[in-house]
């Protein structure tokens, strides 16, 4: 079974950090593009950063750029979402999600499977 598991959501003030992690099981994803969405309260789930199968291209939106990294680590079967100088608006469930092909940028219906979510909550 394949499974997509996020952690390391939380609580945190502004201007503070949080590392995300999204462990995978199931099936390989080393070659599989990847990438982490959001969905805040009564807003649709929206694209926040993406990786291609090897980590050489990445893809922010924009209002996360300078501020959030994605990476990957494939000998772990483990993506991550470094989240710097968090803001209010970036409260929301953050979920990972692994596409069918090695990149597929920030496009929602790219992606096949998908983690039950993890929730970032940013306080002023």
């Known amino acids: 079974q394949v499974q997509l598991v996020e952690s390391g959501g939380g609580l945190v003030q502004a201007g503070g950090s949080l590392r995300l992690s999204c462990a995978t099981s199931g099936r390989t994803f080393s070659n599989n593009g990847m990438g982490w969405f959001r969905q805040a309260p009564g807003k649709e789930r929206e694209f926040a950063a993406a990786?291609?199968?090897?980590?050489?291209?990445?893809l922010y939106t924009d209002s996360v750029k300078g501020r959030f990294t994605i990476s990957r680590d494939n000998a772990q079967n483990t993506l991550y979402l470094q989240m710097n100088n968090l803001k209010p608006e970036d409260t929301a469930v953050y979920y990972c999600?692994?596409?069918?092909?090695?990149?597929?940028?920030?496009?929602?219906?790219?992606?096949?499977?998908w983690g039950q979510g993890t929730q970032v909550t940013v306080s002023s």
């Open positions: 999600a692994a596409a069918r092909s090695g990149y597929s940028g920030a496009n929602t219906e790219n992606y096949v499977w």
């Open positions: 990786i291609n199968w090897s980590g050489s291209v990445r």
